[in-house]
């Protein structure tokens, strides 16, 4: 426990760092909206196409936009105040609630299986999630694939402590699978299809059958409070970019693509394995979600239970 906390108070620290020029862009201005935003994703596209601000304006609102590089940390800054709104996978708010983060979940986009994938160099000898025992396997901590990596040992009948963990960020996990010093990597899209791309590596196991792999919106329960119409002009803005998206997948890669530093190809690879739709957060969503939090609290992964229901935004409230 001791350690949880300790490594919680680092990455809070870390957030906070991040998140500070957009905390001093903010102070003193009283109706802004604080998003945080992933560097691939349909935030990403709102942000470029930049219809919101003038939703927002009309509305008496400014946007203030911050980039972190994975779920957890965004997480953790809605949980110090930092942000009013953003979107992860599905492990980082498990973490993020057992953590006591104000979080509410507003919205989802439906299951994308394909979008993340356990990966071995195209030589391995490794032919099976089974074959991981005793490996060492590269992943981000507490992020979607976390969750990936615990069900497809479970399915493989391999306990989770049967393996070596290295908890790296995309970057250093994509450096370690090259040199071989990590004999797998559990990673997301577009990062997934870049290392297949660059290095021929292959999918010992993608989600298909073993996970859900939603991508959910969160607001913090404060900001919900203060105007939760807010949310909803937000969210609403979003299924416009949703539905352009899925109808133009190549120019949509084309814009994404300088950013993200990736060719077009491979950032439509991913583009066509993800889900589309912003749908409202549903009882049988929720139920799925209760199934990560028992599952990493059975593993020791999060200090204590928790009811995903309790941070759930349920239609029409």
Partial sequence: MKRFI?????????SLAIVGSTVGASYGQDKVVRIGFQKYGKLVLLKSKGTLEGKLKAAGYQVVWTEFPSGPPLLEALNVGAIDFGN?????????????APIQYVAYEPPAPKGEAILVPKDSKIA???DLKGRKVALNKGSNVHYLLVKALEKAGIKY????????????????????????WVIWDPFQAAAEAATGARTLADGTGIVSNYQFYFASKKFIGADPKIVDLVLAQLSEVDDWAKGDIHTVAEQLAPA???????????LKRQSYGIKPITDS?????????????????????????????????
């Fill in 6 to 14: 300790k490594r919680l108070i680092a990455s809070a620290m870390l």
């Fill in 88 to 100: 992860t996978g599905e492990a980082p708010p498990i973490f993020a609630q057992a953590a006591g």
């Fill in 128 to 130: 099976s999630v089974a």
């Fill in 161 to 184: 402590s049967e393996i070596e963990q290295v908890f790296l960020a995309p970057a250093d996990a994509r450096a370690a699978f090259e040199r071989g010093a990590v004999d797998a």
């Fill in 260 to 270: 993200i530093g990736l060719p077009v190809p491979v950032v439509e690879v991913a």
């Fill in 285 to 317: 969503v929720i139920a799925d979600q209760q199934q990560v939090a028992d599952a990493f609290f059975a593993l020791g992964l999060i200090p204590k239970q928790i009811k995903i229901s309790d941070a759930a935004r349920r239609p029409g409230t």
